[in-house]
């Protein structure tokens, strides 16, 4: 959940580490800090804060050097400040590290460290490799690396420089991703590649138990037990304009308007009207096994976890396989058992999900087949998967997940429409779907042209600090998805709840102080929330409604209204979702909100 980057070349490494820093800092920013290595000479400067009191910090400083580490931090051990701030450093500050993940064991190694005279200056976990490398280095700096990271356990993705050997940088990973930029007589590291696309886009992915030596012009990997590793390079698919504002006040907005482009993405390549039948190439190792799957659990955690609750209810619909979801942070401390040919699908934007990682990785060892759908090529969960697909969906910057969603959904809803017609699904169903599919982008932009009407409701309801969010079958996750937003982004308590369920306690939080967002669209459990709205009515509670187009009666029933186009109940999800997506969006913006770096949270989970 931090941000690693180094540079080694003949370039001044400080501006660059700076930028991916910036670049970076939607995976933590509650503190900051470079080692830049000069020959023999190392210069360490970090602060608590975001990127941009570092920059201050260093403006008027002579630092120079032509390799060097940075890193942005979310806490975890220890609390933000200068002294915890990475890069760490041995007590002769002689070695320097910048740690992604947790090291379970620090305690342990702390106390025998210490009882060796060797004192510590920070609360976390990370100074003891600092230390621990230092105590076994004796020269070479990858050997060092190797003893310390024996005793480790835990996750990392690590970096580091030694004074005594200019030139050189090591870098590994347990758990936390580390990928090499590959250069012309430069080489990059970062945990991102946002950090280093506007440099190159040739990538190297380093596996679990892998460590690599970088230099300006080489590289080379190993396992953590010494032994040559071959990997290819691969291009990476968007550049760096992708993760520009290109005139967005936010990266939210911004990918909330990215959606229809997302969307077409998905599908691109993938869709054949003529048969009603989708084309998934990624699928294609385990495909005599999908057409004979029964049972299926997917398995993922926040935004990803409601795209995969909406990906039930497609499922249901489009096939004959039983799903069920399951919360990966969970799904790995519950006793499983897998009937024969069950899949598990794990859902990513990342693909690095620390505990969807684990739940995938327990799956596995309990015979359970694993598909993948994950937005980052080359990440561990596309690695670690028998199968899967890509979304396509390009950059996602923003902490609070909005494009990668409806990718996910649409990518979901393929997937499912393909083993259905392999099943019971028939030929003018596919058709239909695909049809309406194909129609989504445009739908999306419908919706997209009311955002200053949906800005306008932010501005009646945003000073109301509790809030409602109620759907049915398809609609449900959303209400979990929209109430989600708003906490992530404004702050605002929201529940989201099945709108069968407000009789069974939720009701009695009703009362003019407390909006609801009721998704009603016209489809199969229409007649089921007018009840519900009513019961709100009935108690005073101002209601706003995300309806079909042309719907005269909630018009009646309601505050407020915003309207979505007609598609099939199974689609509904991927419009009714970008409503609360602006309305999450608006709120923060109007309470003045760090929108793109929301308090206490990062992109990329990366530790348990």
């Avoid at 995969?308 to 006793?335: C, N």
């Avoid at 990785?361 to 015979?367: D, M, S």
């Avoid at 080359?378 to 494009?403: F, L, Q, W």
Wanted: charged share 25%.
């Amino acid at each position: 959940m931090c941000g690693i980057v180094c540079y080694i070349g003949n370039k001044e490494a400080k501006p660059i580490l700076i930028e991916g820093l910036k670049r970076l800092e939607y995976r933590g920013y509650d503190s900051a800090g470079i080692a830049v290595q000069n020959g023999n000479q190392v210069y360490l400067v970090k602060t608590k804060g975001r990127i941009t009191d570092l920059e201050a910090k260093i403006s008027n400083s002579e630092i120079k050097g032509n390799s060097g580490i940075g890193h942005t931090r979310w806490a975890t051990h220890g609390e933000p400040s200068d002294i915890n701030a990475h890069p760490h450093t041995d007590q002769n500050e002689s070695v320097f590290v910048v740690h992604n993940g947790i090291i379970e064991n620090y305690l342990s190694i702390k106390r025998r460290l210490e009882n060796q005279g060797i004192s510590f200056k920070s609360e976390t976990d990370t100074e003891v490799l600092a230390h621990l490398i230092a105590y076994y280095f004796e020269g070479d700096l990858v050997e060092a690396v190797r003893k310390a990271l024996s005793e480790v356990e835990g996750t990392f993705g690590i970096a580091v420089l030694h004074k005594d050997c200019p030139g050189k940088i090591v870098v590994a990973r347990r758990g936390s991703p580390i990928i090499i930029g590959v250069g012309e007589g430069e080489n990059f590291a970062a945990s991102d590649v946002a950090a280093m696309i506007r440099h190159t886009d040739k990538v190297v992915h380093l596996d679990d138990n892998e460590l690599a030596v970088l230099t300006k012009d080489d590289f080379f990997i190993m396992t953590t037990h010494a032994r040559p590793v071959q990997r290819d390079i691969t291009t990476v698919e968007w550049k760096a304009e992708d993760a520009e504002l290109n005139g967005f006040p936010h990266f939210m907005l911004k990918e909330i308007y990215e959606q229809p482009e997302a969307i077409k993405n998905a599908m691109r390549g993938r869709l054949d009207p003529g048969e009603g039948v989708p084309k998934l190439g990624g699928i294609q190792p385990v495909w005599e096994d999908l057409k004979k799957c029964r049972n299926m659990a997917i398995v993922a955690c926040g935004t990803s976890y409601h795209a995969g609750y909406v990906g039930r209810y497609i499922f249901e619909r489009l096939t004959e396989i039983d799903v069920s979801v399951e919360l990966a942070s969970e799904f790995r401390y519950r006793k499983v058992n897998f009937a024969p040919n069950t899949f598990v699908l794990a859902l990513s934007q990342s693909g690095e999900t620390a505990d969807t990682l684990a739940a995938i990785r327990e799956a596995k060892r309990k015979g359970a087949k694993l598909l993948g759908i994950v937005n980052v090529v080359g990440s561990s969960i596309a690695r670690e998967t028998d199968a899967g697909i890509y979304n396509h969906a390009g950059p996602e910057i923003g902490v609070a997940s909005t494009k990668n969603f409806t990718s996910q959904l649409v990518v979901l809803t393929l997937l499912a429409l393909l083993i259905g017609r392999h099943q019971n699904l028939s030929f003018t169903d596919g058709v239909e779907a695909i049809r309406e599919l194909q129609a989504l982008p445009s739908k999306v932009r419908e919706v997209l042209f009311q955002a200053n009407h949906i800005q306008a409701i932010a501005e009646k309801y945003y000073k109301y600090n509790n809030w409602l969010f109620i759907g049915r079958k398809f609609n449900y996750p959303i209400a979990l998805e929209g109430a989600l937003k708003l906490k992530e982004v404004s702050y605002i308590h929201a529940e989201g709840y099945a709108a069968g369920e407000m009789k069974h306690g939720p009701i009695a939080l009703i009362n003019p102080e407390m909006p609801t967002v009721a998704i009603v669209p016209q489809d199969d459990m229409y007649e089921k929330m007018i009840n519900n709205i009513q019961e709100i009515n009935s108690r005073k509670g101002p209601v706003i409604a995300i309806a079909t187009m042309g719907d005269k009666r909630i018009k009646e029933l309601v505050d407020d209204v915003i309207e979505i186009p007609s598609t099939l109940n199974y689609l509904y999800p991927v419009l009714t979702v970008i409503p609360c997506q602006l309305i999450a969006y608006y709120c923060a913006c109007l309470l003045n909100r760090d929108v793109d770096k929301p308090r206490n949270l990062a992109k990329s989970v990366t530790v348990e």
